[in-house]
């Protein structure tokens, strides 16, 4: 690999696609500098005809659509440098194709790119089609992880009872961005890393493989699953020129968002990250010498999920963040609109965190899990202690963003971190960064100094580790 090359680094989350370019920077305190990014919404989300209103799905030619934009608009002089590509993705959903049908490559303008061919949606880790009794129906996994709708292997179980014609269409799976490493690379059979395949359930970490006799056992199509290989390690090379990237640069075996969101910001072993976006994750590196007890227990709120070199991350990962905010501007929208009046939602976000702002205090308390939690499916919102005093937009704003706050305390008790070995919370997300009052909470709650505006950012984190990678290899 040429001594100037640029790595690049792909994320392909569950709302937009990002794309970034890394350059080995030795006097740069990071020791690295990001050249240039981009960032397209994908707009991907599609009926789901086999689960109805609880299933989430996403059309895949709309992500590689927005993955095929964001490279287009990168700088061409610097996408002929890259000789390397690191990619991560959102967690545990599932997708399916045929083999050598994957993809089409087709010339656009002066770009060779590659368009979906023969593939299903990817049912997304939102999906609701597993029920808690579908999901009690299950085998139990050898795994210390539990599974949950959502979860890869349990929508294949459901898929097996529910629609099993439509598995006999495909003979290969994966994540989104184990599909994207098996186009690039031209992959007979797609490779997956410990991250992605523990996302899926069925997964032992320990001895790095699938449950296969449990999944035999109970008619799984176990052909489907991929084989597992260490995240950033060499999946293939390009065999395609792709947007100017000239043929054979190294493609590493795909990461999980959450792993190289994490990665992108984590300085120090004793940092913990907290991510208000979309959902909330709270992580913390993991003893090297930390084992998972191997028994999943379901109603454990706080997850081992594999990181890098073999350790682990604690995480609380809530389902209920931004998305609860924008549930409750969206319900006040269609009130006002209800009542003969219109207004647009950024003037109602804008208007509720300027009145919780000066409302410094409130005794309402609001219990924000409108979407349940893995953990406790079933469990839904509540609103307690209201008095006449603490109705308005003010007072039930502040109480809603403390309550997404305390919802992941209860999770994880931040004394818990400092057990860990934490000493301080790196706070980022673009749920946080917009909003003064989960800001004053998040400081209110946590007993550790907290610093905000750390660009968490997985397309980097996902660059950031073949970077590092390549230039150890060449240093040894």
């Known amino acids: 690999m040429a001594a100037q090359s640029v790595t690049l680094g792909v994320d392909l989350g569950t709302t937009s696609v990002k794309v970034a370019l890394l350059e080995a920077a030795p006097g740069h305190p990071s020791g690295f500098v990001v050249l240039a990014s981009c960032a397209r919404a994908t707009r991907a989300d599609a009926e789901s005809a ?17 993955l095929n934009e964001c490279l287009f608009a990168l700088p061409r002089q610097q ?12 967690m545990h959903g599932v997708m399916f194709w045929k083999t050598g049908q994957g993809c089409n490559w087709v010339r656009e303008g002066a770009a060779s790119v590659f368009r979906a061919g023969d593939v299903s949606h990817l049912v997304t880790w939102q999906d609701g089609r597993c029920s808690s009794e579908f999901l009690a129906s299950l085998p139990q996994p050898a795994s210390h992880l539990s599974v949950a709708t959502g979860f890869g292997c349990a929508t294949i179980f459901w898929l097996l009872k529910n629609s099993p014609e439509f598995l006999k269409s495909y003979d290969a799976a994966g994540t989104i961005q184990d599909y994207v490493v098996a186009m690039l690379c031209g992959l007979s059979k797609p490779l997956m890393s410990d991250q992605n395949a523990a996302s899926w359930g069925y997964f032992n970490t320990q001895s790095q ?5 449990i999944l035999k056992g109970s008619g799984f199509p176990t052909h489907l699953l991929p084989d597992i290989a260490e995240p ?16 054979g640069a190294q493609v590493g075996v795909a990461m999980g968002d959450l792993q190289a969101s ?16 979309t959902s909330v994750q709270l992580a913390a590196s993991m003893p090297p010498e930390f084992q998972p007890v191997q028994t999943p227990d379901p109603v454990a709120p706080i997850a081992y999920f594999p990181y890098f070199d073999r350790t682990y991350l604690g995480v609380a990962a809530s389902l209920n963040g931004g998305n609860v905010l924008a ?15 219109e207004i647009e939602e950024t003037t109602v976000y804008s208007r509720m965190i300027q009145a919780a702002v000066k409302q410094r205090d409130t005794c309402l308390t ?15 919102a509540s609103v307690t202690r209201i008095s006449s005093s603490d109705l308005s937009l003010g007072h039930v704003t502040r109480a809603l963003c403390r309550g997404i706050v305390q919802n992941l305390h209860s999770m994880l008790p931040f004394q818990q971190l400092q057990e860990w070995g934490v000493t301080q919370v790196m706070g980022s997300g673009s749920a946080l960064s917009l909003n003064e009052v989960l800001k004053q909470e998040v400081l209110r709650a946590f007993p550790l100094p907290v610093s905000f505006g750390q660009d968490v950012d997985a397309a980097v984190g996902a660059g950031l580790v073949m970077l590092r990678r390549n230039l150890s290899q060449k240093d040894s």
């Open 232 to 247: 950033g390690s060499a999946a293939g090379k390009t065999f395609h020129p792709w947007f100017g990237i000239p043929e």
């Open 50 to 66: 086999a689960a109805g209103p609880q299933g989430r799905e996403q059309d895949v030619s709309r992500i590689v659509h927005a």
């Open 79 to 90: 996408l002929w440098r890259v000789g390397a590509i690191g990619v991560s993705g959102q």
């Open 262 to 277: 994490v990665y992108s910001c984590m300085d120090q072993r004793t940092d913990a990250v907290l991510n208000i976006s």
């Open 366 to 380: 609001i219990t924000p899990t409108v979407l349940g939690e893995r953990h406790l499916p079933d469990q839904l």
């Open 209 to 213: 493989s699938w449950n296969l006799e």
């Open 327 to 341: 549930t409750f501007v969206r319900m006040l929208v269609q009130w006002t609109a209800e009542l003969g009046l």
